[in-house]
């Protein structure tokens, strides 16, 4: 079991940054990958981006998030993060980490075991 708590979510102008957190307990973090997804009211949970187990040597990134968001792990804090950079009024949503056991960082929400509650990011134009 792992319970996952993000956090770093709220209103920033356009063209500004935020830093998700996304801090895990319970089972060693290390042999889960771990993925952001993120949700606007009425719409289907998208993917944003993915790092896989252990290393965190490979991610991977939506096409309208690449060159703007970074994800990145820090297992020894059990934690990962999202860096949101050049955020637009489009990116607005809920923002949701995940965790795959062993996984490779899968771009599909089915895949993942574990999600956290949400946290609000609202870019204003």
């Known amino acids: 079991q792992v319970h996952l708590v993000e956090s770093g979510g709220g209103l920033v102008q356009a063209g500004g940054s935020l830093r998700l957190s996304c801090a895990a307990s319970?089972?060693?973090?290390?042999?889960?990958?771990m993925g952001w997804f993120r949700q606007v009211p009425g719409k289907e949970r998208e993917f944003v981006a993915a790092?896989?187990?252990?290393?965190?040597?490979?991610?991977s990134y939506a096409d309208s998030v690449k060159g703007r968001f970074t994800i990145s792990r820090d297992n020894a804090k059990s934690t990962v993060y999202l860096q949101m950079n050049s955020l637009k009024p489009e990116d607005t949503a809920i923002y949701y980490c995940?965790?795959?056991?062993?996984?490779?960082?899968?771009?599909?929400?089915?895949?993942?075991?574990?999600w956290g509650q949400g946290t609000q990011v609202t870019v204003s134009s």
């Open positions: 790092i896989n187990w252990s290393s965190g040597s490979r991610v």
């Open positions: 319970g089972r060693d973090f290390r042999t889960y990958a």
């Open positions: 995940a965790a795959d056991l062993l996984g490779a960082g899968s771009l599909v929400g089915a895949d993942y075991d574990y």
